[in-house]
Structures are given as structure tokens and as C-alpha cells.
């Protein structure tokens, strides 16, 4: 929409009928990723888990809330963070203390119920950023342990997409080519939005292989159009109100810590993209409190946790229109899709197998990110002290698959790998001697620290 390159703070210039159809492509840019989120965790929860409806309304409702936080300065969009995927499924198969006996379907508001605290705990380090500055917060959250922690955050979910992929072989690597393809090979808003085109064109190949009549691997029909024709066109979401464990919480809320790093690296990346220093003005401690209370709103009622999305950053660059009320409307537009049931039952229908194909590279990126992270911040692992604290980091992450259970009085707490590996690599890095990291020398580097890709702000970040 920028022509020639000219930059567009002030989007009414374009009038309105422009300002929706900008909007309307930030909105297919965070679609495909946002509702793949609570496609993921149904098949966890064995089709009793989050729904579509309930994410897409507090995708909107998240991002107008941050917007109001960030003084309506940031040009961000809160969708479903991937991040908490790995502690959902840790909470789908818990079986201790209280969880023994339970459905999946009563599992999920607890899982809910941790994803609230995680909230919460943007809010803690949102306070205290406010009070002794994002430069000393961050020297305790450094490279070396938040890449690992996100590498192992990918890593612990190659089981599932290997599954899933494993219930129609042929559809799931059609999927993930069409990911490919798009993300290598795409152009303009093409490559943006590689998720929403693998999910959209596997589905038809899915449609035409189930009208010729063909079915998965053991004999189950590839699709089940059924739910379909009874959803009716307008209904309310089936909100879920939030139930609190000590365990759940344990497995959900250390997850904010590589979320909060997402959170900075995103809000660097729309800086660099926009040429306004948001860390600055509004301030990084307003953009985390806006995206703390986004997320545990949604959490309170059943919704996934929210992220500041580098795929919409992606279409800032594209588009060169970067005023935040084009956001908005995206907003708008996902709120007012969650109150259309057929289109969501119609999502719903996805195969499992298609799940599978895309969660291979998405689950390998989370890691791959992980990696980038490390190396764009130069960390020196000719160091001991830095590969002592990235191999217990990984060794705990991966190597404790059942986790950690003990008992405090009479209730059973289990400390997920993910959680050990947080707590581990925390304290290390704080005790042991050697820690150099300083936020904001690397640019690039603060850039890549979190859980997103396509940012494409390369060029800019070289020149700051």
C-alpha cells in the first residue's frame, strides 16, 4: 500500500476502504498461526480442549486491550503463543494428586488457570522494569539460558508432530511442502502467511483425497463433515472459567519467561521496523503489562495465552503503512469471526494428519529460533561457565519426560522438564561467575529472542 517505499504513519490518508482491506491482511497474517493453536491442543486434549471461537475473540479483544496499554502507540497484534503447546500437553496427561481420575475436558481449566499466573507474571516483571530498568532485568535473563529453554521448547514437541503426522503420511507431507514452498519460495504477502496457505490448500487436497475415497492409515475417514451442518451461523463462544492446581501451575507459568523474552524481541523488531523506539515510548514496561493482562484475561476464560506476533511485523515491512489503528481493525475482524460458529466447526474438521505435517516445521523453528537466538548474540561457549549452563538446561528440558513429583503436606506437585530447566539455568547463570550480557549492545541479536519468525527486519536491524 506504500507506494515506491514512502513510509505511512497516519493510515486516514488512505481512506477508509484502504484502511480496511490493510486491516483485513493483517488479519489472514495472524490467522493460520493463531487458530492453529487451539487445533493443537484438541488433539491433546482429545477434542475436549480449547476452542477456536473463545481464541480468535480474545486475539481481538488482547490486542485492543494492549493497544489501550501502549497509548495506542504500538502497531502490534496479540495473537496464540505456541510457546505454552508443550505445557498443555504436559497438563493433558497428568494422572497425579488431583488429576487422576480426571476427563481431559476437566483437565483444561487448570491448564487455563496456569496460563492466568503466567499472565500475572508479566505484570510482576512489568513493575519492576518500571523500577530499576530493562537493562538490569535482562543481564539475568541472557542469551545463553532463554535460547536453550526455547530450543527445548520445540524439541519436546517432536513426538507430537510425528504422531499426528503418522495418521496420513501423504497428506502431512503435502502440508508441510506447502509450507515450505511458501515460506522459501513466496513473494510479497505470500511468503507472510506460509501457516495459513499449508492449512488452506492441504484441506482441499483433504477433501478431493476423501471425495475419491480414500481414508488414513488405519481405515478411519479422513473427514467428518457432520459437526458442520448442525453449527449454526451466529453463537456465543464457550467461554471456561479458569480452575488453579499448584502442578498446573508449575507446568504453565515458568513457559512466561520464554514468552516475555518473545515480548521484547517482538517490540525491538516493530522499533526497528517503524524507526520508533518503543522499548522507549510507551515504554517496554506498559507494551508487558498490556500483553500480561491480555493473556490472563484470556486464560480466566479459556483461552490460549497471547504473543506479540512477528508475522504481522512482517506485514508493517511489507506494507509500509505503520499506524496502529489498521491493527485495530484486525482486532475487529477476528472478534467479530468468533461469533460465527460454522466457520470455526469448519476449522474444526482439520485433519489430524495436516496438524502433523505443519507442526514439523513449525515445532523445528521454535528450536531452530532457540539456536538463532544464541548465535546472533554472540554467546562464547569457549566459556564454561556458558556451556555449563546451556547443557544442564538441555539435559533437564529433554531428559526429564515424566518430570519431577513430590508431595507438599498432602497434595501431589510436579515440576514439568521445562520448569526444572528454567529453574536450573536461572540459578546457574546467576551464581556462577562471568555474566557479561549486557541488552541493547546487539541489536540483531535482541531482535531474534523470541518464539516467532518471518520478521523480516534484517535490513533495518543492520543499521541501528
Known amino acids: 500500500m506504500g507506494e515506491k517505499g514512502k513510509v505511512i504513519y497516519d493510515a486516514s490518508v488512505l481512506g477508509w476502504r484502504k484502511m480496511a482491506i490493510l486491516g483485513l491482511q493483517h488479519m489472514f497474517a495472524m490467522f493460520g498461526a493463531t487458530i492453529l493453536v487451539p487445533i493443537l491442543v484438541n488433539s491433546y486434549f482429545h477434542g475436549e480442549g480449547l476452542s477456536v471461537q473463545v ?16 497509548k495506542l502507540k504500538v502497531p502490534a497484534f496479540l495473537g496464540s503463543s505456541f510457546a505454552f503447546l508443550g505445557g ?11 488429576f487422576a481420575d480426571m476427563t481431559y475436558g476437566e483437565k483444561l ?7 492466568v499466573v503466567a499472565g500475572l507474571l508479566y505484570l510482576v516483571l512489568s513493575l519492576f522494569i518500571k523500577l530499576v530498568g530493562v537493562r538490569k532485568v535482562m543481564h539475568f535473563l541472557p542469551p545463553v539460558v532463554t535460547g536453550p529453554i526455547i530450543i527445548c521448547i520445540g524439541l519436546s514437541l517432536a513426538p507430537s ?10 497428506l502431512a507431507i503435502i502440508a508441510l511442502s506447502i509450507v515450505i514452498i511458501f515460506n ?5 504477502m505470500w511468503k507472510i502467511i506460509p501457516i495459513l496457505m499449508g492449512v488452506v490448500i492441504s484441506y482441499v487436497v483433504a477433501v478431493v483425497m476423501h471425495l475419491a475415497g480414500m481414508t488414513n492409515v488405519d481405515g478411519s475417514a479422513i473427514l467428518d463433515f457432520a459437526p458442520i451442518a448442525s453449527a449454526s451461523w451466529v453463537g456465543v463462544q464457550p467461554f471456561v472459567i479458569a480452575k ?8 504453565m507459568a515458568p513457559i512466561a519467561m520464554a514468552t516475555m523474552m518473545e515480548h521484547v524481541g517482538d517490540i525491538s523488531a516493530i522499533s526497528a521496523t517503524t524507526g520508533n523506539n518503543f522499548l522507549e515510548d510507551p515504554g517496554l514496561h506498559r507494551t508487558l503489562w498490556g500483553d500480561g493482562l491480555a493473556t490472563a484475561l484470556a486464560g480466566m476464560f479459556g483461552g490460549p495465552a497471547n504473543t506479540t506476533y512477528g508475522e504481522n511485523t512482517g506485514v508493517l515491512e511489507l506494507s509500509k503503512v505503520y499506524d496502529p489503528k489498521v491493527v485495530r481493525l484486525a482486532a475487529v475482524y477476528a472478534i467479530i469471526i468468533s461469533f460465527i460458529p460454522k466457520i470455526t466447526d469448519v476449522i474444526g474438521t482439520m485433519p489430524t494428519a495436516i496438524i502433523g505435517g505443519i507442526s514439523f516445521v513449525l515445532y523445528g523453528m521454535i528450536s531452530a529460533i532457540g539456536v538463532r537466538n544464541v548465535v546472533e548474540n554472540k554467546v562464547d561457549f569457549t566459556k564454561s561457565r556458558n556451556l555449563i549452563v546451556a547443557a544442564v538446561i538441555l539435559v533437564t528440558g529433554l531428559g526429564f519426560s515424566d518430570g519431577f513429583t513430590f508431595t507438599i503436606g498432602s497434595t501431589a506437585v510436579t515440576l514439568t522438564s521445562l520448569a526444572l530447566a528454567a529453574i536450573f539455568g536461572i540459578v546457574l547463570n546467576a551464581i556462577l561467575p562471568g555474566n557479561d550480557y549486557s541488552f541493547g549492545e546487539n541489536y540483531k541479536g535482541d531482535i531474534n529472542r523470541g518464539v516467532s519468525f518471518n520478521n523480516n527486519v534484517e535490513a533495518e536491524a543492520d543499521n541501528v
Open 55 to 70: 481464541t480468535l475473540f480474545f486475539a481481538g479483544v488482547g490486542t485492543i486491550l494492549f493497544h489501550l496499554f501502549a
Open 88 to 98: 498443555f500437553a504436559t497438563v493433558a496427561e497428568l494422572k497425579t494428586g488431583i
Open 109 to 115: 481449566p487448570y491448564a487455563c488457570g496456569g496460563i
Open 161 to 170: 508432530a510425528v504422531s499426528n503426522a503418522a495418521v496420513n503420511p501423504i
Open 184 to 188: 522459501i519460495w513466496g513473494k510479497g
Open 244 to 251: 488453579f492446581d499448584l502442578t498446573a501451575i508449575l507446568v
